[in-house]
Every structure is written in structure tokens, then in C-alpha cells.
């Protein structure tokens, strides 16, 4: 498998999570930038919501990158009102996925990754989902098995 972790994570959740898959998996990793910080909890909710009004996202700071050697792409999130992170969707979009394996990983207060991935399918154009991963604080899954599975998977 060669791959990448591609993640977004405001408080280190996700970031954590990502860090264990790039031990697991010996992946390169993105870590999505902002250009102005989300800040605490509040404060990001706030910033998410006006984002959604006026449509005006948070620029990344990260180059794009050359995914032409890699067959899987892991995508990591926290769950922002109920789906992906604006900043993320904006940065996958501009990256080219097709023909690769998107392997969606995210962490939450409560919501599943099941409401996400609509979005994430329609940004990562010409890549196919698969194997979604979501961790939240009643339900942590089962993180051996599902990587696992990946690994032998290939
Ligand atoms: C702006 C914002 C929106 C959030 N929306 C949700 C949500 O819709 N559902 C949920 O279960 N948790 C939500 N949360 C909680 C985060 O998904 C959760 O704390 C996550 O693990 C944080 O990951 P991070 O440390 O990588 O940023 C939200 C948190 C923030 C800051």
C-alpha cells in the first residue's frame, strides 16, 4: 500500500488518531493547515456557522500535493455540524484523487462519519470510498480490526 494521510484537526483528537495510523500503515502525512487559527471550542463554532452564511472559508496554507505514487489516500476529520470541515473539503477538492482508494477516518462528540460522507464522495472525484472509520466518545470502534482489514487488504 502506499499512502498518505491527509487530515484536518482543530484540538489534536484527529491528530492523534492520524499519528497511530502513520505508525500502523508507515504513511506520509498532511496535516491541513488554516491560515488563521479556529481557536476553542466556541469560538470555532462560531467561525464554522459564519463560514456557512457567507460562504467565506478559512483558507489551508498547505501546497498541493503530488499524489501520483499513491494508491491510498487516508482522510481524517473532526465532525463539524454534522460533516467534513469546509477547509478540508476545500483542499481535497483541489487535490487529484482519481483511481485511489479514500479511506475516511473521523472523531466526534457524537456523530457517526455516516452523515460525512456524501460530501466527501462528491469533492473526492473519481476516487472510491471505502472502509469509514469513526470514533466518538461512547462509541470508540474497534481501531485493531479496521486497520487491520486495510493492511491486509494491501
Ligand atoms: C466547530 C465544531 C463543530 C462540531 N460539530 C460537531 C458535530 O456536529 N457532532 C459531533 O458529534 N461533534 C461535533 N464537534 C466536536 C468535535 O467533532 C470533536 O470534539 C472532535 O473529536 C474534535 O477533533 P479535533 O481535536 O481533531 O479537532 C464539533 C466541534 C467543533 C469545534
Known amino acids: 500500500m502506499r499512502s498518505v494521510i491527509i487530515f484536518f484537526s482543530n484540538s489534536g ?3 492523534k488518531l492520524a499519528k497511530r495510523i502513520r505508525k500502523d500503515t508507515d504513511s506520509d502525512i498532511i ?5 488563521n487559527e479556529y481557536g476553542g471550542y466556541v469560538v470555532s463554532i462560531v467561525k ?3 463560514e456557512k452564511i457567507t460562504k467565506n472559508t478559512t483558507r489551508f ?4 500535493p503530488d ?3 499513491k494508491d491510498t489516500v487516508f482522510v481524517g476529520y473532526p465532525i463539524w455540524g454534522g460533516g467534513v470541515p469546509q477547509i478540508l473539503l476545500d483542499y481535497l477538492s ?4 482519481s483511481g485511489k ?5 473521523s472523531t ?3 456523530s457517526s462519519i455516516k452523515g460525512s460522507l456524501k460530501k466527501l464522495k462528491e469533492v473526492c472525484k473519481g476516487g472510491k470510498i471505502k472502509y469509514p472509520f469513526s470514533v466518538t466518545k461512547k462509541n470508540r470502534g474497534n481501531y485493531e480490526s479496521w486497520i487491520n482489514k486495510i493492511r491486509s487488504a494491501g
Open 108 to 110: 466526534a462528540g457524537a
Open 61 to 64: 496554507i498547505n501546497d498541493i
Open 13 to 15: 483528537i484527529t491528530e
Open 31 to 35: 496535516k491541513v493547515l488554516p491560515e
Open 101 to 105: 482508494q479514500i479511506i475516511p477516518f
Open 67 to 69: 499524489l501520483s505514487e
Open 94 to 97: 483541489e487535490c487529484d484523487l
Open 48 to 50: 464554522m456557522i459564519k
